[in-house]
């Protein structure tokens, strides 16, 4: 099955909300800078409510070591997730296992973005998280092309390598699985409840669109299954 994760939890009843719609990994956003944005000491109060096998992973751009280090020591059986411009010796330096975010640009850009050597530059990352390249380093629920790089997915997947994010909703998910075949799904803005005004309400999750999300990759799944006819 295709592992989803979903980030950008802020309240407990969202985190709760997540586990019993079926999520394998639970987000904390620990960049100060994101409206999604929580301190080590509440992702530790809301990683405490989740069960065994339910994953609290760890978002950080650009951090100083020694805030890793107290996020760390707060969730300490957290997996990590570096998702600015850290180097491959920024992220081996914490110890941890971490999944390392690419930045695909937009547009032609993005065909030319060398997944391949990003992936041997990475080779210690226990998966690359493929997310549209925009300001404010991810989380604008934007989507990249996801044909830009056929070539590359055979390989990388044969590794289990990638973990498909940027602008996924329960309706677009699957097409981006049958296109990408990924290891795993990141969804935040597209299961967030829906303003007055029409935008999400960045770090409030909708359990209905939780629920429809799981629920697509669910379907997807059994569509890809080589059992299914």
């Not at 973005?113 to 690359?128: G, S």
């Not at 989507?143 to 909703?169: C, E, I, K, M, Y």
């Amino acid at each position: 099955m295709t592992r989803i994760k979903i980030c950008g939890l802020t309240r407990e009843a969202d985190v709760d909300d997540a586990v019993r719609a079926g999520a394998d990994a639970i987000g904390f956003v620990l960049y100060p800078r994101s409206p999604r944005f929580v301190t080590p000491e509440r992702a530790s109060e809301l990683a405490r409510r989740l069960p065994p096998f339910v994953t609290p992973v760890l978002l950080f751009v650009n951090a100083d070591p020694a805030f890793i280090a107290q996020a760390v020591a707060a969730v300490p059986h957290a997996l990590l997730q570096f998702h600015g411009d850290e180097s491959p010796s920024d992220c081996a330096a914490v110890g941890r296992p971490f999944i390392r975010a690419a930045r695909i640009p937009p547009g032609p850009d993005g065909a030319r973005f060398d997944l391949l050597k990003y992936a041997d530059d990475y080779a210690n990352a226990q998966a690359l998280l493929l997310d549209a390249h925009v300001d404010g380093y991810g989380g604008g629920g934007q989507s990249f092309d996801w044909t830009a790089f056929p070539w590359s997915h055979q390989r990388l997947n044969a590794s289990s390598r990638l973990v498909l994010s940027g602008g996924l909703t329960p309706a677009n998910v699957t097409d981006g699985m049958a296109i990408v075949r990924p290891w795993a799904v990141d969804v935040s803005s597209g299961v967030e409840a829906i303003g007055p005004d029409g935008q999400p309400l960045k770090g409030i999750k909708d359990s209905a669109r939780m629920r429809a999300f799981v629920a697509a990759v669910r379907a997807a799944d059994a569509r890809q299954s080589p059992s299914h006819s």
